[in-house]
Every structure is written in structure tokens, then in C-alpha cells.
């Protein structure tokens, strides 16, 4: 039997994908990506804040863990999704940004490593072997050549490995704030750190936007029909993975979570008729061998 945490891990990257077309069709609307990137966590935060009132009305009856800790994991965490989001957009600036999005899937080994230096946790033998292959397809899904020899060290290299570092330490910090809650329902532990990471996120980029960006909180209002959705998609899809970081080793979790690429690529397949090339067929291969063998071997 499939266990809870690939179903809600799996749920979470098919939610993440249809949130990232949302917010790419926000860049045609005049918003900047630091507009697009708080119309996320603007809507969301409310969200999460109503879901953590009734979680905690109906099951949370002695919740307890809000620690020093708790909150030092929910600031670490929320800063560094957010610089590593906005380092993955200026990534998309670069001419070699393909091989910079290469270098952000290091975010599974880094992961891996943070666990067990950060939380104590260790990965299993076999859980380390399908990271890897995990790894190894993603790559060669990212890694785009044509039009010259492509400098594997270079700005967007160093973006890449930024994000991918930055991504890690976000989902460690969530792992670690989702255990510090004393409540024996994962999705309590979830909800309760979704709200507490989203608010202080939406706090953050507002003040941020006020200062850098005068006028962008005015225009992601303006546009509330698509942000919202962007808001509550992300809200959704947030959930799934603090839900499966209450459940499981983030080190799985976000290995599994490169699903999302086999969803986009399916998308692009079906929808908008794209051909694949051998060098993406092997790569897609080799990701689904890896789902298939956290799946069987975790």
C-alpha cells in the first residue's frame, strides 16, 4: 500500500505545476517578479491562517511547541524560499540559464546532507540511490545545448547552485518547524506552520516591495482575478508539502517532488504538441525509475 506522504508529495508537485502557469501568465500583465512572487504568499497567508483556525478549533486541542526554535525555522525558512524564488527569476535573465536550472537540482543532495547535519536524520542506502538517478534524470531534462558550447562556471551557474542551496535550507527549516509542534496530527503540524511561514513571508516582501518597488502591491491587487488564484494554488500546494515534511524526511520528500517536472513535461506533450529528444526521453526515464524507487524502497 502506497504510503500517506507519496500521495500528498505527488498531489503537491501536480498543484505546484498548474501555480507556476498561473504566475508565468502574470509576466504578460505588467507585474515585476517580485509582484508575481507576493501575489503567492498575499492571498495564500489569509488561507492558511483561516485553515489553521479551524484545524486547530476541531483537532488541536493542546497544541503546544511554539518555541524560540519553532519560530527561528519559520523566519530561516521563509527568507530563504524567498531570495531563492527570486534568484531562480533573474536565473531565467541569463543566456545560460539552462545550466544554472541545472545546478538548482542539487537541491535534493543538499537536502540530504542538511538533514542529517541540521536534524540528525539519515537517509537510507537505497533512499540515497534513487536520490541520485532522481538527480541524474533531471539534469539531463534541464540541460538544454545548442547555439555554442555552453561554460558550466559562470553567473548562472552560481544562481543556480544559490537557489538550489537557499531551496534546501527552506525545506529543512519547514521539516524542522513541523516537528516542534507538539500535536499528534500531521495536518495540524502543517497547517499551523503553513500560517505562521506565509504571514511572515507576506510581511516580509510587503516591506521589501514598499521600498524597492513603489506601486507593485497597488498593481498586484489590480490583477486579483489571476493573483488570487496564484494565492490559493500556492496555498494548496504548500500545504501538501508541509503536510508530507510532517510525515517524512524532506530528503525524500522534495526527490519525490521532482514529479513535477514529469507533470509539466506531459503537459507540454499533450497541450501544446512539443517533441522530446532522446536525451529528455532518457531523462524522463530515469526520473520515474527514481519515483518508482522511493516509492518501493522508503
Known sequence: MIETWVLVALAAAAVQTIRFALQKS????????GGATFSRFLFGAPLAL????????YLGHGVTGFTPLFWLWVVAGGLSQIVATMATVTLFAERNFAVGVAFTKTETILVALFSLVLLGEAISLHGLVAILIGVLGVVLLSWKTGGGRLALFNRA???GLLAGGLFAVAAISYRGATLEIGSDSAFVRAVVTLAAVTTFQTLAMSVYLRLREPGEIGRVFARWRTTVLVGV?????SLGWFVAFALQNAAYVRALGQAELVFSLVVSWFFFKDRSTAREVVGMALLLLSIV???LWV
Open 26 to 33: 502574470l509576466k504578460g500583465t505588467g507585474l515585476s517578479s
Open 50 to 57: 483561516a485553515t489553521s483556525g479551524v484545524a486547530l478549533g
Open 157 to 159: 551557474s552560481g544562481l
Open 233 to 237: 494554488t500556492g496555498m494548496l500546494g
Open 293 to 295: 524507487a522511493l516509492v
